[in-house]
C-alpha cells in the first residue's frame, strides 16, 4: 500500500508526516489500526506491504506544519475473493458415480459452495472445517458436460468461481 502526497501541481511532498491506516471487517466497531508511519520520501510517499485477510479499508493522513495543511485521503476499500480449487475429472462414463473434491482458502468451516451443471446450479455443499468439499457426480448422456464451482459474496470476501471445465460424457 502507497500513500502519495504531492501539491496542487502534482509535485511532491518529502519529508512530511504522516501515516497510513487499515480497517478491517465491518460495522462502526472496526477501529483504524496504523500500519506505518513517518515522513514522506523524496517523491512524496510513504510505502508498507500488507497482506489482505478479508475485506479491508485503508487511508493516508497526513500531519500539518507551517508550510503544509493537514490532510487526510479518501478512504479505500479492497475485497479480495477466498481462492477456490477443485479436481473435474476430463472424461466420465455414462452411469459411472464420481466424487470431486476440491478446497477454499482460507480454511474456513460452511461456507456453501455451488455446484453449476452449465448456467444452472444443480447442487450445494458446505466446506468441512479444513477448507475442503465434494460433490458427487452421475451422467446418463453422451456428450459434454461443463462443470463450474461457485462462492458467493459475503461481508468479508468477494464472490469467486473455478473456470468452467468441459467434461466428456463417453
Same mark, same amino acid.
Request: glycine share 10%.
Given at each position: ?6 501539491r496542487k501541481d502534482h509535485s511532491p511532498l518529502a519529508n512530511v ?16 489500526? $496504523?500500519?506505518?508511519? %513517518?515522513? !514522506?520520501? @523524496?517523491?512524496? /510517499?510513504?510505502?508498507?506491504? #500488507?497482506? +489482505?485477510?478479508?475485506? *479491508? ?14 490532510g487526510q485521503s479518501s478512504d479505500v476499500t479492497i475485497t479480495p ?15 459411472? $458415480?464420481?466424487?470431486? %473434491?476440491? !478446497?477454499? @482458502?482460507?480454511? /474456513?468451516?460452511?461456507?456453501? #459452495?455451488? +455446484?453449476?451443471?452449465? *448456467? ?44 468452467a471445465f468441459g467434461t466428456l460424457i463417453r
Open positions: 500500500m502507497t500513500g502519495t502526497l504531492t508526516n504522516g501515516v497510513l491506516q487499515v480497517k478491517t471487517g465491518t460495522g462502526t466497531s472496526a477501529a483504524w489500526q $496504523t500500519i506505518t508511519s %513517518g515522513p !514522506t520520501d @523524496s517523491h512524496g /510517499t510513504l510505502t508498507a506491504t #500488507v497482506p +489482505l485477510s478479508s475485506k *479491508s479499508t485503508f487511508r493516508f493522513a497526513t500531519d500539518g506544519s507551517w508550510a503544509v495543511a493537514a475473493s477466498r481462492l477456490l480449487t477443485w479436481s473435474a475429472p476430463t472424461s466420465m462414463k455414462v452411469g459411472t $458415480t464420481y466424487i470431486v %473434491g476440491g !478446497t477454499i @482458502s482460507p480454511a /474456513t468451516p460452511g461456507i456453501r #459452495v455451488h +455446484l453449476l451443471k452449465g *448456467s444452472s446450479e444443480s447442487d450445494s455443499t458446505l466446506t468441512g472445517a479444513d477448507g475442503s468439499f465434494s460433490f458427487t457426480l452421475e451422467e446418463n448422456k453422451i456428450g459434454i458436460v461443463h462443470y463450474q464451482a461457485h462462492l458467493e459474496a459475503d461481508s468479508l470476501f468477494a464472490a469467486s468461481s473455478t473456470p
